[in-house]
């Protein structure tokens, strides 16, 4: 039942490939969410089987992306339904398929308990998202795409050789050279230092990349901004959290070895990083799209910092894990809707929104002050508890610096924001027939809904799931 969950999305998208009606061919896409999201809610709250093999195991701290995969993934799939009835001229065989293939890999790198099989998911999630930012067939797209592919290609490279490093750690020890996690995590402590230690830089440095970490984020705003909503939705909230993970298993078995004083340093360093670079272009910023990007560049640097932290911060961090992504569909499908009214991205052309199109200039602004932090949405219970533990963990000067980049962050991102939705559109500015309906704004409403129930009250097997996953990574060595 449970390699149902990687093995039903490859094969409907075989069948998208296959299928030949551009019409009938969407509808895989929410029949296979469905099916995906049902296995997820038995395998995520009641795992009577977490392990297929020794090689795919879905441990807890795996539970809450596979969680956030499957649910956002539901949710962009009824969108796109919708958005591939406006967009008829193209084929949509590629798109389909690429995108359920997406769905399987990324599952896969949640059940991933051998390094090698997590690095080889990841690497084809890249492969399975790159035609999807191709679709609009422009210079600026397949620009976009073959910088998507050439960094990330470079990335997921050192990720390799830093696996290969992991492995021969085990080897200098004089033991058995193995990348199956749970044998690393049990060897952790007799593991080479050196190597150990160069195996983290390097799998901090490639799997960041494909996290879009400053200073290895240089592909994002090119690919957000040309990719479709729907898919800069599943790449900032879905692809990014799966390489989280990957950075995840580096992280916990550093923790096991009793190497948390040598990498806490370089997390808060690099967390921090982002988070500036991320405000430095977001300030002025002209292109909302791009702005999308570096809002998900700061808040890869906030998961990165709250792993820094250690362990008062891990609930906290994961919980952020699942707040990002939901806000981060809810502001990408907005923006996807505000685009097809204006057929820009730029604010010398997107002004006055709110008149043009209420709701998705409604649910736009509102996920701005959700990710921004702003009470009472699930983000400030996150950042505010991340906050908490590097206050109480004697971390004075970068919490400070967290605050203050926060700060700067919502200052430049609101004023790009309230220039999209405010005022009357420019005289000059192109009508298209987009008109909103039920189909496009129900999809960013429920994840909203859901950003604010996460911001009043988080359900309780919710809860425990985070819970449990931070427990998981809170190892002695």
């Given at each position: 039942?449970?390699?149902?969950?990687?093995?039903?999305?490859?094969?409907?998208?075989?069948?998208?490939?296959?299928?030949?009606?551009?019409?009938?061919?969407?509808?895989?896409?929410?029949?296979?969410?469905?099916?995906?999201?049902?296995?997820?809610?038995?395998?995520?709250?009641?795992?009577?089987?977490?392990?297929?093999?020794?090689?795919?195991?879905?441990?807890?701290?795996?539970?809450?992306?596979?969680?956030?995969?499957?649910?956002?993934?539901?949710?962009?799939?009824?969108?796109?339904?919708?958005?591939?009835?406006?967009?008829?001229?193209?084929?949509?065989?590629?798109?389909?398929?690429?995108?359920?293939?997406?769905?399987?890999?990324?599952?896969?790198?949640?059940?991933?308990?051998?390094?090698?099989?997590?690095?080889?998911?990841?690497?084809?999630?890249?492969?399975?998202?790159?035609?999807?930012?191709?679709?609009?067939?422009?210079?600026r797209s397949i620009e976009a795409t073959w910088k998507y592919l050439l960094i990330g290609s470079v990335g997921i490279a050192m990720a390799l050789l830093g696996s290969f490093f992991l492995a021969y750690a085990s080897l200098h020890s004089g033991m058995e050279p193995s990348l199956l996690l749970n044998k690393l995590l049990l060897d952790a402590p007799t593991l080479s230092k050196p190597w150990l230690h160069a195996a983290f830089v390097l799998m901090l440095v490639g799997y960041g990349t494909k996290m879009g970490l400053a200073p290895m984020h240089t592909w994002k705003p090119d690919a957000y901004g040309a990719a479709p909503g729907a898919v800069g939705a599943l790449l900032a909230g879905g692809v990014t959290s799966c390489a989280f993970l990957c950075i995840l298993r580096i992280y916990h078995i550093c923790q096991a070895s009793g190497d948390g004083p040598y990498i806490a340093p370089i997390l808060l360093f690099m967390g921090l990083l982002s988070m500036v670079m991320a405000g430095i272009f977001m300030v002025g910023q002209?292109?909302?799209?791009?702005?999308?990007?570096?809002?998900?560049?700061?808040?890869?640097?906030?998961?990165?910092?709250?792993?820094?932290?250690?362990?008062?911060?891990?609930?906290?961090?994961?919980?952020?894990?699942?707040?990002?992504?939901?806000?981060?569909?809810?502001?990408?499908?907005?923006?996807?809707?505000?685009?097809?009214?204006?057929?820009?991205?730029?604010?010398?052309?997107?002004?006055?929104?709110?008149?043009?199109?209420?709701?998705?200039?409604?649910?736009?602004?509102?996920?701005?002050?959700?990710?921004?932090?702003?009470?009472?949405?699930?983000?400030?219970?996150?950042?505010?508890?991340?906050?908490?533990?590097?206050?109480?963990?004697?971390?004075?000067?970068?919490?400070?610096?967290?605050?203050?980049?926060?700060?700067v962050i919502f200052i430049g991102m609101g004023a790009t924001v309230l220039n999209v939705v405010q005022g009357r559109a420019p005289e000059n500015a192109p009508t298209t027939p987009y008109r909103e309906g039920i189909a496009t704004i129900a999809p960013p409403l429920i994840l909203m809904l859901l950003v604010l129930l996460l911001g009043l009250c988080i359900p309780s097997p919710l809860c425990n799931l985070l819970r449990d996953a931070a427990h998981f990574l809170e190892v002695t060595p």
């Open positions: 039942m449970n390699a149902a969950l990687i093995g039903i999305p490859l094969l409907t998208a075989l069948l998208a490939a296959l299928l030949p009606s551009d019409r009938m061919r969407p509808w895989l896409l929410p029949a296979t969410a469905l099916i995906h999201f049902g296995l997820t809610l038995k395998a995520v709250f009641f795992p009577e089987q977490t392990a297929f093999s020794k090689w795919l195991v879905l441990d807890p701290a795996a539970r809450p992306v596979l969680l956030l995969i499957s649910l956002l993934f539901l949710v962009i799939s009824f969108y796109t339904v919708a958005y591939l009835r406006y967009r008829k001229e193209r084929p949509n065989r590629v798109f389909c398929a690429c995108l359920l293939s997406c769905l399987g890999t990324m599952s896969l790198v949640t059940w991933s308990n051998h390094l090698g099989v997590m690095w080889v998911a990841i690497e084809t999630t890249a492969l399975s998202t790159a035609p999807l930012i191709y679709f609009n067939h422009n210079p002209q292109d909302y799209k791009r702005m999308l990007a570096y809002s998900s560049v700061e808040h890869m640097g906030i998961l990165i910092f709250g792993l820094g932290l250690g362990a008062p911060a891990l609930f906290g961090t994961f919980l952020h894990l699942i707040n990002n992504g939901l806000t981060k569909g809810v502001l990408f499908l907005s923006a996807a809707n505000i685009h097809r009214s204006y057929d820009s991205t730029t604010t010398a052309v997107v002004r006055g929104a709110l008149r043009r199109v209420p709701w998705s200039a409604t649910l736009f602004l509102l996920g701005f002050f959700a990710i921004t932090g702003s009470p009472p949405f699930g983000p400030f219970i996150s950042e505010f508890s991340i906050l908490n533990a590097g206050v109480s963990s004697g971390h004075f000067v970068s919490s400070g610096l967290f605050l203050l980049f926060l700060l």
